[in-house]
């Protein structure tokens, strides 16, 4: 009884992506890919991505730690504060991040007429849009992971003397790995296809701020088979990468 709806699910999925394929202009698909805008808004996606996930688990790894294994009042709505960007409109997100981050935002005024920091429209603010909304995928991740840990090792390590930094490092950062590993693919995967965000808070301008998906819609309005050849570069790299990264998880499991 779950055969028919399995299959049909399975096509759901599938049939869109087989659409790229089947309706890419291959002849022309090399010429394509070589071209400057196309390579500089891959460069740009891959380096804007890879930095946002550096940055999500720079401050989501500890703020998973904080929410798995620290008892403190309002927990859950911090929890819940957490994961509101999975839910929100990414381009609600851009407009909150302007108004906390731009020229005349609560924190953005403050970076400028202090530090001279202007973030909105540059590419550093490409990578603030993208951890935004990928920085959750990676809390709910690691806070999974830890809370499935046994903790018995831990405490060992404790009764021997081990600091919190060093069983932290030594002991519960290898035993979760698995699960930072998972959540920072998911954080890639996501920042490298954020387009609302992005645009709303860091603008469409090339070099710049234009990543992939800035590059596919703007391609799709004039010119649909550029929209495609955009669209097969970033379904081929996060299947390759994705991929990748999964294969080293389980062998390293």
């Not at 709806?5 to 399975?10: E, M, N």
């Not at 509101?84 to 851009?94: D, H």
């Not at 407009?95 to 530090?115: I, K």
Request: proline share 7%.
């Amino acid at each position: 009884m779950l055969v028919l709806p399995a299959v049909a699910g399975l096509v759901f999925l599938v049939l869109p992506l087989a659409g790229l394929l089947i309706r890419a202009p291959w002849p022309t698909l090399l010429e394509r890919l070589a071209e400057p805008h196309v390579l500089e808004a891959l460069r740009l996606s891959l380096v804007c991505a890879t930095v946002a996930t550096a940055f999500c688990l720079l401050l989501g790894v500890p703020l998973a730690w904080l929410l798995a294994r620290v008892e403190f009042p309002g927990r859950r709505l911090v929890r819940a504060l957490v994961t509101v960007p999975l839910v929100l409109p990414p381009v609600v997100g851009g407009v909150a991040l302007l108004l906390v981050l731009g020229r005349r935002g609560l924190v953005g005024q403050w970076l400028e007429s202090s530090f001279g920091v202007t973030l909105p429209f540059t590419t550093a603010g490409v990578i603030v849009a993208e951890a935004f909304v990928a920085m959750p995928f990676l809390v709910i991740s690691v806070e999974g992971a830890l809370r499935g840990a046994d903790q018995r090792f831990e405490e060992a390590a404790a009764t021997l003397g081990a600091s919190r930094w060093t069983v932290f490092r030594r002991v519960t950062l290898p035993m979760v790995m698995p699960g930072v590993v998972a959540g920072a693919v998911l954080c890639w995967a996501r920042a490298l296809g954020e387009f609302g965000a992005t645009i709303t808070f860091a603008g469409n301008f090339p070099g710049t701020t234009r990543t992939m998906p800035l590059a596919v819609y703007l391609a799709l309005e004039t010119e649909p088979e550029a929209a495609i050849v955009l669209s097969l570069v970033l379904l081929a790299v996060s299947v390759i990468i994705l991929a990748s990264l999964r294969d080293r998880w389980v062998s390293a499991a």
